[in-house]
């Protein structure tokens, strides 16, 4: 499996251990690896064991050197809400709802066209209902 070159320090990684050492463990998530030292696990490092983990530094062949520690409760407060605004794109992206064309064929139309719409379309309906109060002398 290749070494995540494109992390930073402070980034955090989700991974599983696949591998342990005296010295520590390897850890590997989707797209790469890598290292745990021991003095930075808070637990008894176990294969199998899955953990967040934030990159702390890089050895010599560009392989995070990763450290459980080091991850605050903000830490994971913003994992969390960058998992589901990911899941949130992803279901958008993929969501796609038929609607009827003028030629008969259904045409695809994305949920944010038609959460687009949609406010759009509220919009325009609160407006009409101010003008239609101020017109009776309704305040609200």
Do not use: C, H, N
Request: charged share 40%; hydrophobic share 35%.
């Amino acid at each position: 499996m290749g070494r995540e070159r494109d992390l930073k320090i402070g980034d955090l990684v989700e991974g599983t251990v696949v591998e342990t050492a005296d010295r520590g463990a390897v850890v590997r998530w989707d797209t790469g690896e890598g290292f745990l030292p021991r003095e930075e696990a808070g637990d008894e490092l176990r294969v199998g064991q899955r953990f967040l983990l934030k990159v702390v530094a890089s050895d010599g062949e560009g392989m995070p050197i990763l450290s459980q520690l080091q991850v605050t409760e903000a830490d994971r407060d913003l994992y969390e809400l960058q998992r589901e605004a990911e899941r949130v794109r992803r279901f958008l992206r993929e969501k796609r709802l038929s609607l009827p064309k003028s030629g008969g064929r259904p045409r695809e139309v994305p949920v944010e066209e038609r959460l687009a719409r949609w406010i759009s379309e509220a919009e325009r309906a609160l407006e009409r209902l101010r003008r239609k109060r101020s017109r009776s002398g309704l305040r609200g």
